[in-house]
C-alpha cells in the first residue's frame, strides 16, 4: 500500500511552546490529508481536513488558531501545536488519501506523533 | 446521520483459529465504501482491507475477508489463521464515496487478544 511518512514519532515538550508535526505523502500525491487525536483506548477523532493550497477545514470544537494546519504541497502537511499545554497532550495522527480512481479512495495513516507537554 | 458500531470491545482467539468482529454501519448514502484497519500497540493504522456498497463479491485480502451483508448492513472482519502478530486494536470505518466532504467515521475498535 501507499505510504505515509510522519515526523516526529515522539515529543517532549514544555507548556507554553508550539510545536510542528509534519505529514509526507511518499509515493503518491495527497490532494486531501487528514489529522485525527486519539486518546487512550478511544476512537480516532477527526479534527480537520486539509486540502493543498486552501485553507483547513475544522471540525466543530477545534480550535484553528490553537492548532495550525498548512498544506503547502501535494505530499506534505504540519500540524502544528501552538502554545502546547498539558491537556494537548494525545496522540496525533495524519492520514492521507490517495486520489487515483484505481486506489479506492482509500485512507493511509502515518505513524502517528506522541505529544507530552510537561 | 452516518454511524459505525463495534459491539465487542475485546475478543480472544485460540491462534490458528479464525476469529470475526463485528461491525455495523448505517448510511442514508447510495454509495459509500467500508474499510477495516489494525492499530498495533505501537499506534500507527495499518490499511486491511476495502469493500465498496457496490461491489458484488465480498472483499478478500490474504488471511483477511469482508462478510458483507449490505441489507443487514453488516461488514464483519474474518481472520482466518490467527497469529500472535494479530493481536492489536481493529477498526471498523466508512466514508460516503459522491457526497462532498469525503469524511470517514470510525468505530470505537475492537481489541483482539491472539492466545498462544
Known amino acids: 500500500g501507499a505510504v505515509v511518512s510522519q515526523h516526529p514519532s515522539w515529543v517532549i515538550c514544555k507548556s507554553g511552546t508550539s510545536v510542528k508535526i509534519e505529514c509526507r505523502s511518499l509515493?503518491?500525491?495527497?490532494?486531501?490529508m487528514f489529522w485525527y487525536r486519539q486518546f487512550p483506548k478511544q476512537s480516532l477523532m477527526l479534527m480537520a481536513t486539509?486540502?493543498?493550497?486552501?485553507?483547513?477545514?475544522?471540525e466543530q470544537g477545534v480550535e484553528k488558531d490553537k492548532f495550525l494546519i498548512n498544506h503547502a504541497s501535494l505530499t506534505l502537511s504540519t500540524l502544528t501545536v501552538t502554545s502546547a499545554h498539558p491537556e494537548d497532550s494525545s496522540f496525533y495522527i495524519c492520514?492521507?488519501?490517495?486520489?487515483?480512481?484505481?486506489?479506492?479512495?482509500?485512507?493511509?495513516f502515518g505513524a502517528g506523533t506522541r505529544l507530552s507537554v510537561l | 446521520a452516518q454511524k459505525i458500531t463495534q459491539t465487542q470491545p475485546g475478543m480472544f482467539v485460540q491462534e490458528k483459529e479464525a476469529v470475526t468482529l463485528d461491525c455495523t454501519y448505517d448510511?442514508?448514502?447510495?454509495?459509500?465504501?467500508l474499510f477495516w484497519y489494525k492499530q498495533p500497540s505501537s499506534g500507527e493504522m495499518i490499511f486491511l482491507i476495502y469493500?465498496?456498497?457496490?461491489?458484488?463479491q465480498n472483499a478478500t485480502e490474504g488471511r483477511y475477508s469482508l462478510n458483507f451483508q449490505k441489507a443487514r448492513k453488516s461488514a464483519n472482519l474474518v481472520i482466518s489463521a490467527s497469529q500472535l502478530g494479530d493481536s492489536a486494536m481493529y477498526f471498523c470505518?466508512?466514508?460516503?464515496?459522491?457526497?462532498?466532504?469525503?469524511?470517514?467515521?470510525f468505530g470505537a475498535g475492537t481489541r483482539l487478544f491472539v492466545k498462544a
Open positions: 448510511t442514508s448514502d447510495p454509495s459509500y465504501g
Open positions: 509515493d503518491f500525491q495527497a490532494t486531501t
Open positions: 469493500q465498496g456498497s457496490y461491489d458484488q
Open positions: 486539509s486540502n493543498e493550497g486552501s485553507k483547513a477545514t475544522y
Open positions: 492520514s492521507a488519501r490517495d486520489g487515483q480512481p484505481l486506489a479506492k479512495n482509500i485512507q493511509y
Open positions: 470505518a466508512m466514508r460516503p464515496l459522491n457526497t462532498g466532504g469525503f469524511k470517514t467515521i
